[in-house]
């Protein structure tokens, strides 16, 4: 286990998110898009929030912008530096925004106006807080290209959106959330919508971000593996709530949610050694419009007993300090591996009507209750 | 859409002593067919659901009234120009003839005439236009150019001209369906080409061109089912542009001749009707052609709503 | 750019020769100049009916009339010759359309114009009380007959015009007959003779334009760019002017330029009631003296008018949005 990044814990508190709930009134009744959501971010950090579609992850991001639709109900608390977000007028969001908060999307094919030059809204993002004449500002749109890696700047800063590739759009995006040094910068799903070979040159492009600016990162996706080589600490959310939280190392190692341990399990390996079948979590996650009491991964997970559908499980400290997991049965998964706890199965993704760890098949039933353990 | 696996799909919320079975706690939300799905959303656009009363009304009103007022619009009576009133309850004209009894003749003939416009033109449309989609290239090419010069000649020109050609079959209310035709279809094979484009990139016509079927059976069951939506929406509107623009033929005296009737004649006959000092003659059969026209496009208006997947109506 | 302007113009040439053709071929079957003198009373005599023929140059082959009028248009720079005495199609054309087109750029003008400001006020507050209450307007003047609302107009103008006793509303013609001097005293004349008129045509126009305005602004507003631009911290008005508008307003350029040909239609109707001389009189005139070269003429100029527009259209499009430029 590396220490990654040996001032974890240490740096200023720059964003700080606690208990945020998000609510949407639809045709079907409200969508609780987010239910509960707390974690801070320090100077210098990297925070992987991860999670499937539906968890609720993009919806906190966007909440910390203030960039959600005027029909979200938003409640709880969102300080940056110590000044509370979430109220605060739109003209004082307005010069946060781009300044010391920057934002990047999801898909570069449309994040950019397709009728404006790459140059021109570059510099607008320059001049919307800086009163710099246009050739100085210019100059730094040239250097910004030149810093995420666009090769020719001088002659591209002319050119239209679609004259660049994906992987080139995203990084335009990445210039223009750098472009005035911002504090915090959150990456929403930076990389989903490219090829993977693509993934990699903008993960460069926004290390170099980060490092240029000094900024600490909120990085958002639901893949594993970018987390793994960008992030220091690790959200994991399920269903609105965020279900573990820890360094990176404490996640990926020793995993004390199910879901967690389930995720990393249904990831194809390099680095070992076995022909065998991955191990899916099955089931799909629940809606957001009606969600019965009690864990919301209850149906999915091998390890539900009744407690799991009577009360939901609130975070709790694992065997490590910084390491939090809800689950009522988070000790038991101590040491174990996915294939362990889930059944191998290339059935398709729906339910069987019986499904828990009595499956046939599954190596280690795992029986012993909590008692029995914390004897 | 493929339909759940599990189908005991129930709207369980309810957390008891004893844990429901995990299937039905896994979709707590009721699964719907696309058409609940579209009548759904319609139900809910009020303004369209009125239309749609009051429209089925004005049907009413034109093909089930003359059954019960037994006056008949071919009537001279001796009351000429009478205000509405008691026995003529929509007044007389200089014929004497009964005003109501007109106008339910009119509404029908109008309706009949859009109807039938409606759905030659936009069958024949639709199918133009999505076999020209389909094929692309200079197929699509020439195809659109043909159509294009349907709609670059006001329409008001070339029925003049028919008109005039054909003098003796003009009372016939063919040659008027013929040029109305000729006039909307344009309009449906342009939108249903449009969305025939994006519909053909789509992996289920490569899915099904990969199992071997013939390009005939790919737009007749693949592509034209999925552009329904499309095809009732203009089908719909296109009956209230037909029952305008019949309007406008007719006062120009190349729409419905006598003997037959419609709502468009009734207004163009009696248009100095207000300086004459009955304006009754004139404001009715108006006020009929905007309500049909109204109520149509309401009702258009919702059904594009409903079909519409992207609209996403928040009840703030 | 150039490229792309140059071939999008010779494409349309193919096309409107085509059309002349088409036209020809139904106007040569729809107008017969011996209409008037098949029926005369006493009734002329065969060799005096086969002189009329030759004359008109009916017993030529229609492809050879059809080349004549073609060769005559484009070597000579002639519209043929009216069957109606001392009439000079090019120079009566003119006039009609000179005519017509105040009215058709007015309804533009007004129309569009009004089609932006209602439509991106109602995409902006969307659902609001505004925003329903321009839609059933919007609703209620597409559903009106042009015809029948602008008899209604008349007589309110007339109306008006009495109770004030002022000559504010110019019903009748679309200028006075002794027209006053100076430039802009007949301005004001030709104005007074133009609300009318183009209120009529405007309030179709204008209530399709906004709605389609009003979607077209819907779709913009929640695109990713406009997000992005927000999150730029750029203000609330730039955004949805700079990012907004600019790309909302593309799609109606083409969609005005479309429906030019149907404001023609609506004009011919809208000018007969108005009593004015431009094209919907000389169209009916022509048809009723049987002058088929006068038609031809017509529509000729009218396909010419669209083509144009469509073209203007295209160029424009290309012009506001640069992924076009490349096709």
């Not at chain 1, 993960?203 to 909120?218: F, H, I, K, N, Y």
């Not at chain 2, 009734?266 to 009955?278: C, D």
């Not at chain 2, 049909?292 to 109506?313: H, K, S, W, Y």
């Not at chain 3, 000079?88 to 006039?95: P, T």
Request: proline share 6%; with cysteine; net charge neutral.
């Amino acid at each position: 286990m590396t220490d990654r990044n040996p001032n974890l814990g240490s740096g200023e508190e720059l964003l700080a998110v606690r208990d945020l709930t998000v609510t949407f009134p639809t045709a079907d009744g409200d969508v609780h898009a987010v239910r509960g959501v707390d974690y801070v971010l320090r100077r210098g950090e990297v925070l992987g929030i991860v999670g499937e579609s539906g968890s609720g992850k993009s919806v906190s991001s966007l909440a910390v912008m203030g960039l959600l639709p005027k029909s979200a109900r938003i409640q709880g608390s969102i300080t940056f530096r110590g000044e509370e977000l979430l109220g605060l007028s739109e003209r004082k969001l307005m010069k946060l925004r781009g300044k010391q908060i920057a934002m990047i999307f999801q898909d570069p094919m449309t994040s950019l106006n397709p009728v404006y030059k790459i140059g021109f809204q570059l510099e607008e993002a320059i001049l919307a807080h800086n009163d710099l004449p246009k050739d100085k500002a210019r100059k730094r749109a040239v250097e910004l290209l030149e810093i995420v890696g666009i090769p020719f700047p001088a002659k591209r800063i002319d050119q239209y959106p679609h004259e660049f590739s994906g992987g080139m759009r995203q990084r335009v995006v990445i210039a223009i959330a750098m472009a005035n040094d911002p504090d915090v910068i959150i990456a929403d799903e930076p990389t989903t919508a490219l090829d993977v070979t693509v993934q990699a040159q903008v993960l460069e492009s926004l290390r170099t971000a980060q490092r240029e600016t000094g900024a600490a990162m909120v990085l958002i996706t639901h893949d594993l593996g970018v987390v793994a080589g960008q992030a220091d600490r690790v959200l994991v959310m399920y269903a609105g709530k965020p279900v573990e939280t820890g360094g990176v190392d404490d996640i990926y190692y020793n995993p004390r949610m199910p879901y967690t341990l389930g995720l990393l399990g249904s990831l194809p390996r390099l680095d070992v050694n076995r022909a065998e079948r991955l191990t899916p979590i099955q089931g799909s996650p629940p809606s957001l419009l009606s969600l019965p009491p009690g864990c919301p991964f209850m149906p999915r997970c091998p390890l539900a007993k009744d407690l799991c559908a009577e009360q939901e499980p609130e975070l709790v400290i694992t065997d490590t300090p910084e390491h939090w997991a809800a689950c009522h049965y988070s000790a038991l998964l101590a040491g174990k591996q996915a294939d362990e706890v889930f059944a191998a199965s290339a059935e398709d993704a729906a339910l069987p009507e019986e499904y828990g760890a009595e499956i046939s098949g599954v190596t280690g039933q795992v029986t012993n209750t909590v008692e029995e353990v914390a004897e | 859409m493929p339909s759940r696996v599990n189908t005991s799909a129930g709207d369980t919320l309810g957390g008891t002593a004893t844990p429901p079975s995990r299937g039905s706690r896994e979709f707590t939300v009721k699964a719907r067919s696309q058409r609940q799905i579209v009548f759904r959303r319609f139900r809910q656009h009020k303004a369209a659901m009125a239309s749609l009363v009051v429209f089925v009304l004005v049907v009413l009103f034109a093909f089930i009234g003359p059954l019960l007022w037994s006056t008949s619009p071919s009537f001279m009576s001796n009351d000429i120009f009478t205000a509405p009133d008691g026995p003529h309850p929509f007044g007389t004209d200089s014929n004497g003839i009964d005003l109501l009894s007109a106008v339910m003749k009119g509404t029908q003939s109008s309706l009949i005439i859009a109807v039938v416009v409606s759905v030659v033109s936009t069958s024949f449309g639709a199918i133009y236009g999505a076999v020209s989609g389909f094929y692309g290239g200079w197929t699509d090419t020439i195809m659109m150019r043909i159509a294009d010069l349907f709609l670059t000649f006001p329409i008001i020109a070339i029925a003049i001209m028919l008109d005039n050609r054909f003098q003796a079959e003009a009372s016939s209310l063919w040659l008027l369906i013929a040029v109305l035709t000729a006039l909307f279809w344009p309009g449906a094979a342009r939108v249903i080409r449009a969305q025939v484009l994006s519909l053909k990139e789509k992996e289920f016509i490569e899915a099904a061109r990969a199992l071997g079927a013939r390009d005939r059976r790919i737009i007749f069951r693949h592509l034209l089912p999925n552009t329904l939506g499309s095809i009732i929406v203009i089908s719909t509107l296109t009956v209230a542009g037909t029952i305008l623009t019949e309007t406008a033929l007719s006062f120009l005296g190349f729409g419905v001749q006598f003997p037959n009737t419609s709502l468009g004649l009734l207004v163009t006959t009696n248009q100095t009707a207000i300086e004459g000092g009955h304006p009754w003659l004139f404001y009715i059969p108006g006020v009929f052609i905007i309500l049909i026209a109204l109520t149509i496009n309401f009702v258009g208006d919702g059904l594009r709503d409903a079909f519409d997947p992207q609209q996403t109506r928040v009840r703030a | 750019m150039l490229v792309y302007s140059v071939r999008r113009l010779l494409q349309s040439i193919p096309i409107l020769v085509a059309s002349t053709f088409v036209i020809f071929l139904m106007v040569a079957s729809s107008v017969d100049p011996m209409t008037p003198y098949l029926t005369k009373k006493p009734p002329l005599s065969a060799a005096q009916l086969d002189s009329l023929r030759v004359k008109f140059g009916l017993t030529k082959p229609l492809l050879q009339r059809y080349w004549d009028w073609l060769t005559g248009l484009v070597l000579h720079g002639t519209f043929g010759s009216s069957t109606q005495t001392n009439f000079h199609i090019g120079q009566q054309l003119g006039y009609a359309m000179e005519v017509t087109l105040r009215l058709v750029i007015g309804t533009i003008l007004i129309a569009l114009i009004l089609a932006v400001i209602v439509g991106v006020t109602t995409a902006v507050r969307q659902y609001s009380k505004f925003d329903y209450a321009t839609t059933a307007i919007g609703f209620l003047f597409l559903s009106l007959p042009t015809f029948w609302f602008a008899v209604l107009l008349k007589e309110w103008a007339i109306q008006i015009n009495e109770s004030t006793g002022t000559h504010f509303f110019d019903t009748l013609w679309e200028s006075s007959p002794n027209p006053p001097s100076g430039f802009l005293p007949q301005l004001g004349d030709g104005a007074q003779h133009l609300i009318l008129p183009v209120v009529t045509l405007a309030l179709l126009s204008y209530a399709a334009w906004s709605r389609f305005q009003r979607a077209s602004m819907l779709e913009v507003l929640g695109s990713d760019y406009m997000r992005l631009a927000r999150a730029k911290g750029l203000s609330p008005f730039r955004v949805l002017f700079r990012h907004g508008l600019r790309n909302a307003l593309i799609p109606l350029t083409t969609q005005v330029a479309l429906d030019t040909a149907a404001l023609l239609s609506g004009a011919v109707i809208t000018e007969t009631i108005y009593s004015w001389r431009g094209m919907g009189l000389f169209f009916i005139n022509s048809i009723e003296m049987a002058d088929p070269d006068s038609v031809m003429a017509w529509l000729l100029v009218t396909a010419v008018f669209v083509v144009v527009m469509n073209l203007i259209a295209d160029l424009l499009y290309a012009v506001l949005d640069p992924r076009i430029r490349l096709a």
